[in-house]
């Protein structure tokens, strides 16, 4: 074996273990331990294979254990500490904010008293929110690590953090989802030295820095609390793999708080390998939804394979702009990275990754990047790609420097984006506080028109809006069968294998297929939106009508309405044409666009109540919902192996029965179909939560209004007071 097995060493700085604990995995006596780590050479071949058995660990690792370490890397301490500064002085303020609120409470209320209005209980919830909502958005940067089972991503961890922390030891390894933070993150509640906890609950549940504190108190999904050995014992597949009917739906996650010195400025998210089973792909997929930035990681001598083309997708589709300096430096949260470099001829390094781009374009449609802004491009896309190698630091350097500058100006957009969002929550906060107090003085003395008659317009604007929501139904399924029927027909496949050049070969067969996939998939989302925007326009015109029926009352009918569709949308966990509203020019548009990320910001406790406010926050979280529909039938279709002249005929055949043979136009109709019904079902039960509403309206008198009036006041002279002077 090539370099020294130090077992001392192993022991402690690689497992993170005592002798007690060492001897206790061995089976041996601490008597036996002393004498192998103090004299190497009583340590034979049975006894080498016996330590990697026991520890996950292969002989070949084992003996090069030290030279895998490398000095950590580190972010520019003056950004560092310009972020820990106004982190610094948004708590000040936000605990001087909140014993204000206190004392206004109690002053003008009372100690047991209740709010009775509802718009100025909704106002007084969302007041409370502007501390935690402005430092939400100075949060570390979370960087998740993502690739296939044998790209090398807990290796590359290790080598920025300088240290052997996350377990190498065979493929596929990491099937939890493992977050890693600095020590000094670390909730109180973890005691001593303690600095891992595991963390088993159902995916519904959100489970990161910020609830960490309260599910440790709660001890109701902590499975350990120890030191990091605790990553190898509970993060490794073998026992995530002991799922049982009950917990299926479970994840896993590992918080470890260590003390290296590029976590003062981020935190990293290790996730399971891609394309190893499908449980990993969705803890995956679970894992970077929450990231800030993604590192895609692929071996460099099949660098992005067709495996890969789908999740690379999948990221960039997804992933937020916000970072992108208005779009000067496109794709600014993305890398990805060729891993295991020293496999390759360092000329042939540019070549690969030239084939790579060549690969994802030759699948996607022509217009792909167009949709994210005029300076996107395919030589953006290329510029994100970088070599790296654990064992070779000067093919890694170019890497190294990319991700330092990426991870720096991350932090710089955070601090000013912070800067900002503060100055402009408190001016809409006033604004909107104005706005209820205008419209509670003039509702004292407003009169009430007759319950029949609002009985029968909740009734008359509910089927209005179900029948336009079933014709926009018929229109998307019959322009969705327009479209499937023109791109699969022989002589259009045959023409798409020409102009793509794809050969007689199993591989281009394979892309053939990925490619009708988007193709598919592109046109699906364009009827959609398109349907969906008319569908907004329409419903804008309609609810416009009854917002100024109730406007006597100031019964604000249409904010009710949104607040109430988004409520009923994320309490179904279904949006339909509620996820694409915002693209509508018309005024309701707007409204869906503000209310989704109000009610988002609410479900994670950093924004709640009315809407007042909200647009500002939209940056709090990257951006609105984008439309997303799980249709993969394709993933069932084979190669065929046909030979001899006019194979591409023969084949475009042989691919349009099997499509018929999985039903794929049906599948897709189906889904299109669900996407409106679910449309309808939020649209019934938003009208029924509104009817609601303006039943509890109708019972607040004028003397509770003018009660709570001086309350309302208050509140808004302290948030006028509430600045930083940056």
Not at 137 to 157: C, E, M, Q, R, T
Not at 546 to 551: A, I, P
Request: charged share 25%; net charge negative.
């Amino acid at each position: 074996m090539d370099g020294e097995f130090d077992l001392n060493y192993f022991r402690e700085e690689i497992i993170k273990m005592n002798r007690q604990e060492f001897a206790n995995l061995m089976g041996i006596e601490m008597v036996t331990l002393k004498m192998w780590e103090e004299d190497p050479d009583s340590l034979t071949m049975r006894i080498y294979k016996e330590i990697a058995v026991k520890t996950n660990y292969t002989l070949e690792q084992l003996f090069s254990l030290k030279n895998q370490i490398f000095l950590p890397w580190e972010l520019d301490d003056e950004i560092i500490e310009e972020r820990e500064e106004l982190l610094k002085k948004i708590l000040e303020n936000e605990q001087s904010f909140a014993s204000s609120l206190l004392e206004i409470e109690q002053t003008k209320l009372g100690e047991d008293a209740e709010i009775n209005v509802a718009e100025v209980k909704d106002y007084f919830e969302e007041v409370k929110k502007i501390g935690p909502l402005c430092r939400n958005k100075l949060n570390k940067p979370l960087v998740a690590f993502v690739g296939s089972s044998d790209a090398g991503k807990s290796s590359l961890i290790n080598v920025i953090l300088g240290t052997d922390l996350m377990p190498t030891a065979f493929q596929p390894m990491t099937a939890a989802i493992n977050y890693v933070y600095h020590v000094l993150d670390k909730p109180n509640n973890i005691e001593g030295e303690n600095n891992t906890i595991v963390i088993r609950a159902d995916h519904k549940l959100v489970v990161n820095i910020s609830n960490l504190a309260d599910i440790i108190e709660a001890d109701e999904h902590v499975i350990a609390i120890g030191k990091t050995n605790l990553i190898r014992e509970y993060g490794l597949n073998k026992y995530n793999e002991e799922d049982s009917e009950e917990n299926k739906g479970e994840l896993t996650y590992i918080f470890t708080f260590v003390d290296a010195p590029i976590l003062r400025g981020l935190a990293f998210i290790d996730t399971p390998g891609i394309s190893a089973n499908e449980k990993d792909n969705q803890t995956a997929f679970k894992a970077y939804q929450y990231a800030d930035v993604t590192l895609y990681l692929s071996q460099l001598a099949s660098f992005l394979r067709e495996e890969d083309q789908g999740f690379i997708k999948q990221i960039m589709d997804s992933s937020s702009r916000e970072f992108d300096q208005n779009g000067r430096v496109p794709f600014n949260n993305l890398l990805f990275v060729g891993s295991h470099a020293d496999s390759v001829g360092n000329n042939d390094i540019s070549e690969i990754f030239k084939r790579a781009v060549a690969r994802f374009l030759n699948v996607q449609t022509s217009t792909y990047f167009t949709k994210f802004g005029p300076t996107y491009s395919q030589q953006a896309f290329r510029s994100r790609f970088y070599s790296s190698d654990i064992k070779n630091p000067q093919l890694s350097q170019p890497f190294k420097q990319a991700f330092i500058d990426m991870m720096e100006n991350v932090l710089r957009v955070k601090v000013k984006q912070s800067m900002l969002l503060q100055k402009n929550v408190v001016e809409e906060m006033i604004a909107a506080g104005k706005r209820i107090e205008e419209r509670l003085t003039t509702r004292i003395n407003s009169p009430a028109t007759t319950e029949s008659l609002k009985k029968y317009k909740f009734q008359q604007i509910e089927e209005e809006l179900l029948r336009l929501s079933n014709t926009k139904k018929e229109v998307s399924i019959r322009d969705f069968h327009n479209a499937y029927a023109k791109i699969f027909t022989i002589n259009a496949i045959e023409e798409l294998i020409k102009k793509k050049e794809f050969k007689n070969k199993q591989d281009d067969k394979k892309q053939l297929v990925v490619l009708l996939q988007n193709m598919v998939d592109e046109k699906l989302q364009t009827i959609l939106r398109e349907n969906s925007s008319d569908f907004s326009s329409k419903m804008d015109g309609s609810i416009k009508k009854f917002n100024d029926f109730f406007y006597s009352e100031n019964f604000d009918f249409t904010n009710l309405f949104i607040k109430s569709s988004t409520g009923v949308a994320a309490s179904l966990g279904v949006y339909g044409a509620f996820s694409v509203l915002f693209g509508s020019l018309g005024n309701l548009g707007g409204y869906i666009l503000v209310t989704q990320i109000a009610s988002l910001l609410s479900s994670v406790g950093l924004y709640g109540g009315t809407v007042s406010g909200a647009a500002t926050a939209i940056s709090a979280i990257g951006g609105p919902l984008t439309l997303a529909l799980a249709v993969l039938v394709f993933s069932g279709l084979v190669a065929f192996n046909i030979f001899g002249d006019g194979w591409m005929r023969k084949y475009a055949k042989q691919l349009i029965k099997q499509f018929e043979r999985l039903s794929v136009e049906q599948k897709y109709s189906l889904e299109i179909a669900k996407y409106w019904d679910d449309t309808a079902k939020i649209t019934a039960e938003a009208i029924k939560k509104v009817e609601e509403d303006y039943v509890q309206h109708q019972r607040e008198t004028a003397q509770t209004i003018q009660a709570e009036m001086p309350f309302l006041s208050s509140l808004l002279e302290l948030i006028e007071s509430y600045r930083i002077d940056f």
